[in-house]
């Protein structure tokens, strides 16, 4: 049974004029309908998409720098008080398995699965759910594609922001399919990204997030899709108008 939504307990909200309620996208924010495959947060930098999504992370059980929930660890606690004011549905059911993924802690993420297996905690087989080599001695977009591969194949919630961020676009073309499997083995997933090939995943709803607070989008209407499409069909155009501005 997936998450039905991201609702905001706005009774209880001390105020909206500080951070993180103050963020356009959570002050209008209502209830958000999660869609039982995939949902995009996508957005402008700053429009509140990791807010948002590390908040959700957190209301399910799950670390604030990332992980599932046998990893417990913080190397610089950074998260909002936002997920205490979220409403994700459960009415009481136990909560679905999950994991949670951001691409600027998934460096402490790896260190942490080695330090518990040289800890022997989980009789030292962590690392190997997540694959046949140690996270480390991996490039990045290896590694990141190790945990999908590995770690993501059991259905549960997965909250990812920005897993585009390691991976070349034949890469993210690659992730676009592990998505689909994880979408038939009955994980549900949600997923800050800037990525227009991530985005173009059929089986999903769009939330742009922005100065009108959260708005679900058609994928053309997209700005990542916008802004990409109109430089691959008119680059010539485009850098002449950027390139002049900056020499202005
Ligand atoms: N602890 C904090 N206190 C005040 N403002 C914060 C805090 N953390 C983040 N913000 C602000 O909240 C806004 C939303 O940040 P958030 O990281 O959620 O954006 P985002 O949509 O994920 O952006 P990006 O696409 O760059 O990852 C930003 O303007 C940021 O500066
Ligand atoms: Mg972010």
Redesign the pocket.
């Known amino acids: 049974m997936p998450l039905p939504y991201i609702r905001l307990e706005r009774e209880w909200v001390p105020s909206f004029d500080v951070?993180?309620f103050s963020?356009p996208?959570v002050r209008g924010l209502q209830t958000m309908p999660l869609h039982p495959a995939v949902t995009f947060?996508a957005?402008?930098?700053?429009?509140?998409?990791?807010?948002?999504?590390?908040a959700a992370a957190i209301a399910l059980g799950l670390n604030a720098e990332g992980g599932g929930r046998n990893i417990r660890f913080v190397t610089r606690p950074?998260?909002?008080v936002l997920h205490g004011y979220l409403d994700l549905g459960l009415e009481g059911r136990r909560p679905p398995d999950g994991f949670f993924l951001r691409a600027e802690s998934f460096f402490n993420l790896a260190t942490e699965v080695e330090r518990l297996d040289r800890a022997k905690a989980f009789g030292g087989a962590l690392a190997k759910a997540y694959g046949d080599r140690p996270l480390h001695e991996m490039s990045h977009g290896e590694a990141f594609l190790a945990l999908f591969e590995n770690r993501m194949s059991r259905p549960g919630v997965y909250f990812l922001?920005?897993p585009e961020a390691a991976l070349s676009p034949a890469r993210q073309l690659s992730l676009l399919g592990l998505v689909h499997r994880m979408v038939a083995r009955g994980s549900q997933l949600v997923v800050?990204t800037?990525s227009p090939l991530l985005l173009a995943y059929p089986h999903a709803w769009i939330y742009a997030?922005g100065a009108e607070g959260i708005v679900r989008t058609p994928y053309e209407r997209t700005e990542a899709y916008r802004v990409t499409s109109e430089f691959l069909a008119h680059r010539g155009r485009v850098l002449d108008a950027l390139l002049a501005a900056a020499d202005a």
């Open positions: 951070y993180p963020l996208a947060l957005g402008e930098n700053g429009s509140g998409k990791s807010t948002l999504l590390e950074s998260h909002s922001d920005e800050a800037h997030l």
